[in-house]
């Protein structure tokens, strides 16, 4: 497996994989390619034998000092099981430390069980903040984003 930054016409395949993920909320093709153009450091696809079996979007953050946000995680359902999602989060790791973030931070929808598995399996611990409430024995935030979705905030520190 092979995992680097996303460049030039990777956006198309991105795009075209989002869109065949359950759970990934799938967005125009062009704003992944405004993020690969102007975060493509950040931006890292995965390949196995030239295929693109998956991706992370993700950036240091503006608002939260020293916490890189990890926004998407997303394999191919033909490349599930084989560690491209933790490889990726581990590569996110290390691109964040050398960015000089002290923490990677990612938001889980309560009911993504995989995503919550991964996150936890990798040392990650819940941080939810705010008005949280409890779900399945996890604090989370309600509707967070507007979306009428609840999410658990995710943190590891990487120091």
Not at 42 to 62: H, K, M, N, Y
């Amino acid at each position: 497996m092979i995992i680097e930054p996303a460049y030039g016409d990777d956006f198309k395949e991105v795009h075209a994989l989002a869109e065949r993920i359950e759970g990934i909320v799938g967005h125009p093709v062009h704003l992944y390619k405004i993020l690969m153009d102007h975060f493509g450091d950040f931006f890292l696809v995965a390949r196995i034998d030239g295929e693109t079996a998956g991706f992370q979007q993700g950036f240091p953050s503006v608002s939260r000092e020293g916490a890189y946000f990890l926004w998407q995680v997303g394999v191919s359902p033909d490349f599930r099981k084989r560690g491209v999602a933790s490889a990726l989060v581990k590569e996110t790791e290390k691109v964040a430390a050398s960015a000089g973030c002290t923490a990677v931070e990612a938001t889980v929808e309560t009911v993504n069980y995989a995503s919550q598995g991964l996150f936890e399996s990798l040392g990650y611990v819940v941080a939810s903040y705010g008005d949280t409430i409890e779900v399945e024995g996890k604090r989370a935030m309600p509707d967070f984003y507007g979306s009428g979705t609840d999410q658990i905030l995710y943190k590891k520190s990487i120091i």
